[in-house]
């Protein structure tokens, strides 16, 4: 039913919400591991700064009112629900903590967003390591000086990542990135394209970022100069960022190139109520970055990725390019979108095989490749030419000839795209080629991968919203695009099978932005934790957060038999309300299998046959919903089946995919049979779902059925639903069950293979979807 949720002060205030378990979804946002932290998170902040020797203070060079004002206008949070088979977003009016009461943290909440707007965790932390105790912080005795280290720098960073997630699903994001854009636009003195290339210059900007910020901070009337020059683009963007967030500067929008042009402004005199102001020098005309600071960058400052359409991702990976006589961002986005389009439309669907998948193309598209063609992509993927025939076609020559077109040439240009050789050197033919194989291929990959994406039930379509991170075309010779082109390369090759996990990493990677290689804190038995390196041999991953774009398998939204679900995720914008996350912001199913006891079985069966017994039962109130694994790991999700909405059994979705996949049987006989005589002496007992509903003690779940002891051999009738498949499949303790989808005689043949010193199993699943 839809309900009004009032949780005083929780972040479901005024929401109106369909979801199963209310306390679920609260225990998700403000437990142990919830996202909605940010608020005790600032107070223990607050408190360490306060043993450590001093008090969080806001400066004068900050308009709290006019902070208040431009939030109240712009902020909502947007939550992700899974209801009713559908992954849906929704506003959350009052989980935003952006709006302290206190002026020191709202001041210390405002730089934050800023700063997050443009760079990691890890950057900004960095950054506020030096602001804090700069301009933030009134120390109890003057010779006191505050260190972020031990307790104090743990509980900076905590804040900041509780911070991060709040504000990468807020719609404010949104509004300071179009302010940002706009002014940019608005710069005056040089051509946009040359604006645009700053952003690629290749040193670190966080010294002159600090500097900038130490400025801004500063009382008015304490700043040596009421004008700061600064050569850095994203200086002068923090800037105008600040701005928005009401603190006292102006980002100037005319653009020094000329040594008169510096001199005057440098040595006009400042108007009464002039509002101090940066602006940006793009050569060695003057002085620039006057308040420098002695600092060895320890993080990067590579961007953020940004939520973007899919339409506007070549937008974002060639805008550098705008303007270009030769290769522009137009074509390139041109080439693109025909790359998308083609490669979107050759995908026929998944064929699975234990936990590995291939995908069935059309291969209509390879008429015209030549072996040129081949060679540039061979780089990337032996296989890759498979999905952009037509564009390579396009737009690149048949054979290596052509001015620009060596593969020799190519792999070099290749090399130094976006550092500082490229900028050094002037272009050439072969590096505009580079770019154009580089569209052609990114296109095809997002094309083709798009189709195992859903947005609001559909195909993920050119209007859909995704995170992209346009380093990932050049970092390190274009290694992490490559390594995309492999994984789906991999995919089309005959006899070969991509792991799903893998699978799933390269969605995450592609449309959330999210970093899959990662240490990640899993459980083990007995409710313990250790810290490990993540690998995808151990853990099924079923979705991911990352960058305010939330992914789910489609397992979760509409659990069902068909393992090919595994191989599809729903994309939406906002935090993920309905699973838990772990600390690396991944949704894993849980390991967790529980101690089975022993089943009692008929000493002496006297079956004939094998088929469809078990026709009644369970009544249509068995369900299957995903849920928090409350028996062992509650970071991670498992499948609770109920009966008339009672919990009767908590079971892990990975042995489910295990069950599903390695004892599926198909039909090799060519004559499916769903009734079959089988002889007394092989003694096959007909085991009902109801005899595996066990007692159990409250709060717990039934006990596993240990059928594995002598040589048992066991049918199970589980046709009525999807509930029934999973608890069967599930509850039972054996080594080998066998899921005769289509041909009992086949599974049959297969179960006599196993039964010597071990019990079998043969389950008839449900059919429908």
């Known amino acids: 039913m839809s309900i009004a949720v009032n949780l005083k002060g929780g972040p479901f205030s005024q929401v109106g919400l369909e979801i199963v378990s209310l306390a679920t979804a609260y225990q998700l946002a403000t437990g142990l591991y919830g996202w909605y932290k940010a608020r005790e998170r600032s107070q223990c902040l607050t408190e360490l700064l306060s043993i450590s020797g001093g008090e969080l203070v806001s400066t004068s060079s900050f308009n709290v009112r006019l902070y208040q004002r431009t939030r109240s206008q712009h902020s909502m949070v947007q939550g992700v629900v899974v209801q009713d088979r559908k992954v849906q977003r929704t506003g959350l009016p009052k989980a935003s903590t952006a709006i302290p009461d206190h002026p020191g943290t709202a001041c210390l909440r405002a730089l934050t967003a800023g700063l997050l ?99 801004i901070l500063t009382p008015w009337h304490k700043r040596e100069t009421k004008k700061y020059p600064t050569c850095s683009l994203k200086a002068w963007t923090m800037a105008l960022v600040m701005e928005s967030l009401g603190f006292q500067v102006q980002a100037d929008s005319t653009v020094v190139r000329h040594v008169k042009d510096y001199s005057a402004i440098s040595h006009a005199a400042p108007g009464f109520d002039e509002t101090p102001y940066v602006f940006l020098v793009v050569d060695d005309y003057g002085d620039t970055d006057p308040m420098p600071i002695v600092h060895v960058p320890r993080a990067p400052d590579s961007p953020r990725a940004l939520i973007t359409m899919v339409r506007g991702i070549p937008w974002i990976a060639f805008k550098h390019l705008r303007g270009s006589p030769e290769v522009s961002t137009q074509l390139l986005a ?88 490229e900028l050094e050197n002037p272009r050439s033919p072969s590096r505009n080629n580079c770019y154009i194989l580089l569209s052609i291929i990114c296109g095809a990959l997002y094309g083709f991968c798009s189709n195992a994406c859903y947005d609001n039930g559909d195909v993920l379509g ?29 995919s089309l090759m005959i006899g070969y099978h991509t792991p799903l996990n893998e699978w799933n990493d390269l969605l995450f990677e592609m449309f959330l932005g999210k970093d899959t290689q990662t240490d990640s804190l899993i459980s083990t038995a007995g409710n313990k934790y250790v810290n490990r390196q993540y690998s995808s041999r151990d853990q099924l991953l079923l979705g991911a957060q990352a960058n305010g774009i939330a992914a789910v398998s489609e397992m979760l939204v509409n659990p069902t038999a068909r393992v090919l679900s595994f191989c599809y995720i729903h994309i939406q914008r906002g935090q993920m309300l309905s699973f838990p996350l772990t600390e690396d912001q991944f949704i894993i199913a849980s390991t967790y299998v529980g101690l089975p006891s022993d089943f009692d079985m008929d000493p002496e069966p006297e079956n004939t046959r094998l088929y469809r017994f078990d026709r009644e039962y369970p009544d249509s109130t068995m369900r299957v919903d995903v849920e928090p694994c409350w028996e062992d790991d509650p970071r991670t999700v498992s499948f ?27 039909c090799q006989c060519q004559h499916p049979s769903r009734d079959i005589p089988v002889p007394v002496g092989e003694r096959w007992q007909h085991v009902s779902l109801y005899q595996l509903q066990r007692r159990r003690f409250k709060g717990t779940s039934f006990k596993r059925a240990d059928v594995s002891y ?25 080594r080998h069950l066998f899921i005769a989808c289509a041909c009992l005689t086949c599974a049959h043949n297969q179960a006599l293979r196993h039964t010597q010193n071990s019990g079998v199993a043969i389950l008839i699943p449900y059919q429908g979807d």
């Open 640 to 666: 609770m089946v109920r009966t008339q909405g009672i919990p009767i059994a908590s079971l892990s979705i990975s042995a489910f995919l295990d069950r599903m996949t390695s004892g599926l049987i198909t």
């Open 462 to 490: 050119d209007d859909s919203e995704v995170a992209f991170l346009p380093e990932i075309l050049y970092e390190r010779g274009g290694k992490r695009l490559k390594r995309w082109a492999h994984v789906v390369g991999s």
């Open 117 to 215: 707007c443009m760079f990691a965790l890890e950057a900004t932390v960095e950054i506020l390591q030096d602001l804090i105790p700069f301009a933030l912080v009134q120390l109890h005795q003057d010779d006191t000086a505050i260190e972020f280290e031990a307790a104090l720098l743990a509980s900076l960073k905590h804040w900041v990542s509780a911070v991060m997630a709040e504000e990468d699903s807020d719609l404010f994001r949104d509004h300071m990135q179009q302010e940002i854009n706009l002014k940019q636009s608005r710069l005056t003195g040089m051509a946009l394209e040359e604006i645009i290339s700053l952003e690629y210059n290749p040193y670190n900007d966080i010294p002159r970022v600090i500097g900038v910020l130490r400025w």
């Open 710 to 734: 002598g040589d048992n051999r066991v049918l199970i009738d589980a046709t009525q639903s999807l509930a029934a498949t999973v608890y069967a499949a599930c509850i039972l303790h054996i």
């Open 334 to 421: 041109d080439i693109w979108k025909m790359s998308f389009s083609h490669a979107k439309g050759q995908f026929r669907g998944f064929t699975q095989s234990n936990k590995h998948i291939h995908i069935d193309i059309a291969e209509s598209e390879l008429d015209g490749v030549s072996e040129h063609h081949k060679n540039l992509t061979l780089d990337f993927s032996p296989q890759i030419h498979r999905i952009c025939g037509p564009s390579l076609r396009h737009f690149v020559p048949m054979d290596s000839k052509s001015p620009g077109w060596s593969l020799a040439e190519l792999n070099e240009q290749m090399r130094i795209l976006k550092t500082s050789e």
